[in-house]
């Protein structure tokens, strides 16, 4: 048997080879993904009634969120007047209450120097109470030696 093997015969056995290895290695993935793709149909299967009862919901949670603001857009609309009128008010309340407070701040300020120097006066004047008492013992006492001799 003399066989003769050229080039082109051997490169044509190697990409016969390859190609079968790589039809080989494709059916395994295909087959792979043949199990995923039913683990996945199943599982929907499984959860049809959930996720027809989510899409069902969010298309009423988003009505709702649609009517929720609009009546927030409306009452956005009523108040708006009310609440600048109101942010005015506030204003003036509290320009009135800094005033207020400026002016307590200088009558406790104003009362607590007059206590001050009343409570100073007073004082003067009980030590010139002394002094004229001291000074009225004297004549007493002067008298008394007057009268004495």
Do not use: C, W
């Not at 044509?12 to 039913?38: E, G, H, P, T, Y």
């Not at 009452?75 to 003036?92: C, D, Q, S």
């Not at 007073?122 to 002067?142: C, M, P, R, W």
């Amino acid at each position: 048997m003399d066989a003769t093997i050229t080039v082109g015969s051997l490169l044509q056995i190697i990409l016969m080879i390859a190609a079968i290895v790589a039809l080989i290695a494709l059916s395994i993935v295909f087959i792979n993904l043949a199990k995923a793709l039913r683990k996945v149909n199943g599982v929907l299967e499984v959860n049809a009634t959930n996720t027809n009862d989510i899409i069902e919901n969010v298309t009423k949670i988003s009505k709702h969120v649609e009517v929720i603001s609009e009546e927030a857009e409306g009452l956005i609309h009523e108040a708006g007047p009310n609440v600048a009128e109101i942010i005015e008010k506030a204003k003036t309340i509290a320009d009135s209450a800094e005033t207020t407070t400026h002016n307590v701040s200088d009558t406790i300020g104003f009362i607590t120097d007059s206590v001050s120097d009343t409570a100073l006066s007073f004082k003067h004047g009980i030590s010139n109470a002394q002094d004229y008492l001291y000074y009225i013992t004297e004549i007493v006492d002067i008298i008394k030696g007057i009268i004495k001799k």
